[in-house]
T-cell receptor, first 116, second 109 residues
């Protein structure tokens, strides 16, 4: 079955630094999304990662804080910049597989980020 | 974005059916009703989805009200592995999701 992997699986970072999270899938997808899940909360959509163009950000999220790349149909990165403790969350990517039936989202295992 | 309303938590005894309700009175004509669940320490996983008609799959059944303003996810026999947060989400097929707060299901042995 198709696989979604995220690296790193977890990290502890100091405030003011940046962390880049990778999302890799083993077959081509049409859509890739990035979500954040703060402790004890539901998921919040950060942005849609668009292949070869700038990501589409949701209200409250900006490119300077969360730059996203998607160079091809199987890979995307999310960077959390100039981190503060409030950025401590689980970050998840999700994908919609090309030609999948149904066209549902499949989620990666998440990256647990702790900012000290 | 059309919103959904779900109870914060529910309990069920093991091997009994569970009916998880969701209200979505502002649903649009093109919105599908999607159900996902999130097991502890995992990403959400797809359960079922539907548009107008009731749907069945190996995991669950989805009952959709005739006016589409509410739906119910039915787990026919709850097991301990079904303990999770269940999310009811509205959206067009193939588009981004806006998650609500979900229902935390506890299964009692």
């Amino acid at each position: 079955s198709a696989v979604i992997s995220q690296k790193p699986s977890r990290d502890i970072c100091q405030r003011g630094t940046s962390l880049t999270i990778q999302c890799q899938v083993d077959s081509q997808v049409t859509m890739m999304f990035w979500y954040r899940q703060q402790p004890g909360q539901s998921l919040t959509l950060i942005a849609t990662a668009n292949q070869g163009s700038e990501a589409t950000y949701e209200s409250g999220f900006v490119i300077d804080k969360f730059p996203i790349s998607r160079p091809n149909l199987t890979f995307s990165t999310l960077t959390v910049s100039n981190m503060s403790p409030e950025d401590s969350s689980i970050y998840l990517c999700s994908v919609i597989w090309m030609d999948a039936v149904p066209l549902e989202q499949y989620f990666g295992p998440g990256t647990r980020l702790t900012v000290t | 974005d059309a919103k959904t309303t779900q109870p914060n938590s529910m309990e069920s005894n093991e091997e009994e059916p569970v009916h998880l309700p969701c209200n979505h009175s502002t649903i649009s004509g093109t919105d599908y009703i999607h159900w996902y669940r999130q097991l502890p320490s995992q990403g959400p996983e797809y359960v079922i989805h539907g548009l107008t008609s009731n749907v069945n799959n190996r995991m669950a059944s989805l009952a959709i009200a005739e006016d589409r303003k509410s739906s119910t996810l039915i787990l026919h026999r709850a097991t301990l592995r079904d303990a999770a947060v269940y999310y009811c989400i509205l959206g067009e097929n193939g588009n981004q999701f806006y998650f609500g707060t979900g229902t935390s299901l506890t299964v009692i042995p």
